[in-house]
């Protein structure tokens, strides 16, 4: 994150994410391994005019409105944008009349967390341009709130931490109970290795049925465990648990959760020790529980990780 603040003018960075391991663990209270890429957004706020404007390079016209107004009345763009406006003004702040323009090169849809970027620079510039005074705390709720509430994107958090908080050449571990992160060298370079970001061309959407089906199919399996979240759930506890559950579909999602958080957790000791080569194993199994188990992936997904590790079996020779 960067901060640039002329006068009334105040400019903020953020980077968009790759997840290296710990998929449908933040919800569940558990771990994540993310770290940041270099495309990012960057929002500038303006103090004067008239009402609240805000724009976005990437659109074809601004749009004007006030705290009087609704959110739900502007296009879904507009509400990722001027979201915290209406969100900091039913905290009882005063925000005055002053533009808001964003500019990201993150891929939208492709799994990159172009939305976070873009809420998280928001809200980080409004915060130095209104003097705001924000804690590293209050900054990750605000915008979490806006991506949860007001747009209704029923994230986890992961991609609003790691954006906020990201480290340049460190993967970032993340306890998404405490929301504590922890920034941990990954230079996949220095091994001889090459970090690839494949575009599957498969289309990727937040604010869909199958999202909220796995989140509530684990609050659900940890109502019916009598745990507060699946991250309390032990992998030695773990066949204990999938023997009271009745529902097949409840088991595998409970057996996703619990075997990533362990995965998370061993890839971090990895990393700290500097064997960066021996995380292989433990990405693909991580592929294979998502797919097997919490059953979210799709075909061109399921190609390219075939293509990948064919690749790799026949350079290996």
């Given at each position: 994150?960067?901060?640039?603040s002329?006068?009334?003018?105040?400019?903020?960075?953020?980077?968009?994410?790759?997840?290296?391991?710990?998929?449908?663990?933040?919800?569940?209270?558990?771990?994540?391994?993310?770290?940041?890429?270099?495309a990012?957004?960057?929002?500038?706020?303006?103090?004067?005019?008239?009402?609240?404007?805000v724009?976005?390079?990437?659109?074809?016209?601004?749009v004007?409105?006030?705290?009087?107004?609704?959110?739900?009345?502007?296009?879904?763009?507009?509400?990722?944008v001027?979201?915290?406006?209406?969100?900091?003004?039913?905290?009882?702040?005063?925000?005055?009349?002053?533009?808001?323009?964003?500019?990201?090169?993150?891929?939208?849809?492709?799994?990159?967390?172009?939305?976070?970027?873009?809420?998280?620079?928001?809200?980080?510039?409004?915060?130095?341009?209104?003097?705001?005074?924000?804690?590293?705390?209050?900054?990750?709720?605000?915008?979490?709130?806006?991506?949860?509430?007001?747009?209704?994107?029923?994230?986890?958090?992961?991609?609003?931490?790691?954006?906020?908080?990201?480290?340049?050449?460190h993967?970032?571990l993340?306890?998404?109970?405490?929301?504590?992160s922890?920034p941990?060298?990954?230079?996949?370079?220095?091994?001889?290795?090459?970090?690839?970001?494949?575009?599957?061309?498969?289309?990727?959407r937040?604010?869909?049925?199958?999202?909220?089906?796995?989140r509530?199919?684990?609050?659900?399996?940890?109502?019916?465990?009598?745990?507060?979240?699946?991250?309390?759930?032990?992998?030695?506890?773990?066949?204990?648990?999938?023997?009271?559950?009745?529902?097949?579909?409840?088991?595998?999602?409970?057996?996703h959760?619990?075997?990533?958080?362990?995965?998370v957790?061993?890839?971090?000791?990895?990393?700290?020790?500097?064997?960066?080569?021996d995380?292989?194993?433990?990405?693909?199994?991580?592929?294979?529980?998502?797919r097997?188990?919490?059953?979210?992936?799709?075909p061109?997904?399921?190609g390219?990780?075939?293509?990948?590790?064919?690749?790799?079996?026949?350079?290996?020779?």
């Amino acid at each position: 994150m960067s901060l640039e603040s002329p006068a009334a003018t105040a400019r903020a960075f953020a980077p968009g994410r790759v997840n290296l391991i710990g998929e449908h663990t933040d919800y569940n209270d558990g771990f994540v391994l993310p770290f940041a890429i270099a495309a990012g957004c960057t929002a500038t706020v303006r103090l004067g005019g008239q009402g609240w404007r805000v724009a976005s390079q990437q659109q074809d016209e601004s749009v004007s409105t006030s705290s009087a107004a609704s959110p739900q009345d502007l296009p879904e763009w507009a509400r990722y944008v001027g979201g915290a406006l209406w969100l900091l003004t039913a905290q009882g702040r005063t925000v005055p009349a002053l533009s808001i323009d964003i500019d990201s090169n993150v891929p939208l849809g492709a799994g990159l967390s172009s939305s976070a970027a873009l809420v998280c620079s928001v809200v980080t510039a409004l915060d130095d341009a209104l003097d705001l005074r924000l804690s590293a705390a209050d900054l990750l709720a605000l915008s979490r709130s806006v991506e949860n509430d007001l747009v209704g994107a029923p994230t986890g958090g992961m991609d609003q931490l790691v954006s906020l908080r990201a480290v340049e050449g460190h993967a970032l571990l993340c306890d998404m109970r405490d929301l504590t992160s922890t920034p941990l060298s990954f230079d996949p370079a220095s091994a001889g290795l090459a970090l690839l970001v494949v575009d599957t061309r498969a289309p990727h959407r937040l604010v869909d049925g199958e999202y909220a089906d796995r989140r509530s199919g684990c609050e659900e399996a940890a109502r019916a465990l009598g745990v507060g979240a699946l991250r309390d759930v032990t992998t030695a506890a773990l066949p204990a648990a999938l023997e009271r559950l009745g529902d097949e579909r409840l088991r595998r999602y409970v057996r996703h959760v619990v075997t990533e958080n362990d995965r998370v957790l061993v890839t971090a000791e990895i990393l700290r020790s500097g064997d960066i080569r021996d995380i292989g194993p433990l990405l693909t199994a991580s592929h294979a529980s998502m797919r097997d188990d919490f059953a979210i992936t799709v075909p061109e997904v399921n190609g390219a990780v075939e293509v990948l590790l064919t690749l790799a079996r026949w350079e290996r020779g």
